[in-house]
């Protein structure tokens, strides 16, 4: 049909304001050899405002202008299918302000958009099924991240902040899965005694791993002590996608057990933070805690209950500027299934160092050395006193008396032992 265009803007025929009004479109509009396609919506006065990076190329006057409906997709129930997260279950409804937000399949992304009374949001794809490790972004976004808030000029935004470089380039990596690196900007804050070759060498870092060079900034900050660096997102719908999705998944694991995606959640909410370290006292006694700090109250109780189910129980209480702490000291067994559960991926040689220096390690170690079916006679080159040592792993429901085919005293390693074994082979 035949329109007017005044400025950026175009008149839609009365008889079509009705049937447009408050329903999505992509409108296809052309004059003289120039045409273009774009998603909109009819603004108040019932005029299509055409997009600023289209605008230029049209002039006032007579213009063409076609339309096709499109229909918002409804969001599934569950994000779950065939061991995969299904990312349109995310998208919300509406956006914290209110505004509809579409979403419809394109090939194997989706397509999603809102249209807002004032500027025009940017059009996000997002890849629509993505790993389970999915959930580990999640968990560094509750840990590290900076939750979906209003600032000047630039809508919502989340960042993820860590000195770590192989956290970051993790999330980043993560992050890509979801959809263009292009939305993520980085900032690295470092002390100004830092030698800029270091820094340069963050940035390429960055760059080879998807950052565009125009999306790094970097500063000084004398408090820091070496440097940290910011990933974050100034898009208002990709950030409460992202919030969204982290208050869904941590809702559906407070109520359901699922390990797999339990333990990719906490690897990023326990790894992000930093929070596992252990000290010795006057007397040289080891001590081990693991503390999570959060502002929210609700989210750190359902962060609590999943650790509680596997096997590490600990207290939430208030600490200092409004924030909570999730707090539970480490023995032994609890440092062993810290380990074994990879709860800190990325980051364990502390753990690893802290489990070497326990007292338990220095007769726990031997587990390590031996087979799962031995003799008395084949710790003898390994273990000083091995029947002292034997008596107590027995003791300890570790090792157990066996016999072999000729009927002499054997013994081997319970599935408590080999379990242990196992664990310290990894260290």
């Known amino acids: 049909m035949q329109c007017e265009l005044k400025g950026n803007r175009i008149w839609i025929p009365r008889q079509f304001q009705k049937f447009l009004q408050n329903s999505f479109c992509e409108f296809m509009i052309s004059q003289n050899d120039i ?39 409804r969001r599934p129930k569950s994000f ?195 929070s596992f370290y252990s000290y010795r006292d006057k007397k040289g006694s080891l001590h081990s805690r693991l503390l999570i700090f959060e502002s929210n109250e609700r989210a ?5 209950v999943l650790l509680k189910r596997l096997g590490i129980e600990g207290k939430v209480k208030p600490a200092k500027s409004k924030m909570f702490i999730f707090d539970r000291s480490l023995n032994w067994n609890k440092l062993l299934i810290l380990i074994s559960l990879n709860l800190f991926h990325l980051d364990k040689e502390q753990l690893c160092e802290t489990i070497k220096k326990h007292k338990r390690f220095k007769s726990m170690k031997y587990l390590s050395q031996i087979s799962k079916n031995f003799t008395i006679s084949e710790l003898i080159p390994i273990i000083p006193y091995p029947s002292n040592w034997l008596d107590k792993r027995m003791k300890e429901g570790i090792v157990e008396i066996t016999k072999n085919k000729e009927m002499h005293l054997s013994y081997k390693l319970t599935n408590e032992g080999e379990r242990i074994a196992t664990i310290l082979k990894s260290l």
């Open 35 to 73: 045409s273009v396609k774009f998603v909109s919506k009819l603004n108040k006065d019932c005029r299509l405002v055409i997009p600023k990076n289209f605008a230029t190329k049209f002039k006032d006057g007579k213009i063409k202008l076609g339309f096709k409906l499109i229909r918002n997709v």
């Open 80 to 274: 779950k299918k065939h061991s995969k997260l299904d990312i349109l279950a995310f998208i919300p409804v509406k956006t914290l302000s209110g505004f509809e937000v579409l979403a419809f399949q394109n090939g194997n992304q989706i397509f999603a958009w809102y249209f807002a009374s004032k500027g025009r949001p940017n059009e996000i794809l997002l890849n629509r099924r993505l790993d389970y490790d999915f959930a580990r972004l999640l968990g560094y976004y509750r840990s590290e991240g900076g939750k979906p808030r209003i600032s000047i000029r630039r809508g919502r935004e989340f960042s993820f902040t860590n000195k770590s470089v192989k956290l970051v380039l993790d999330f980043l990596n993560l992050f890509k899965k979801l959809t263009s690196s292009d939305f993520l900007k980085a900032s690295i804050r470092h002390n100004p005694k830092i030698d800029k070759q270091a820094i340069e060498e963050l940035r390429k870092v960055l760059i080879q791993n998807g950052l565009k060079s125009d999306n790094i900034k970097d500063s000084q900050a004398e408090r820091i002590r070496e440097f940290v660096i910011k990933l974050y997102v100034t898009n208002s719908l990709l950030s409460e996608i992202i919030d969204n999705a982290e208050n869904i998944l941590r809702n559906y694991l407070n109520k359901n057990f699922d390990k797999n995606l339990t333990l990719e959640y906490l690897r990023g909410v326990l790894s992000g933070d930093g």
């Open 300 to 304: 750190i109780e359902d962060v609590s």
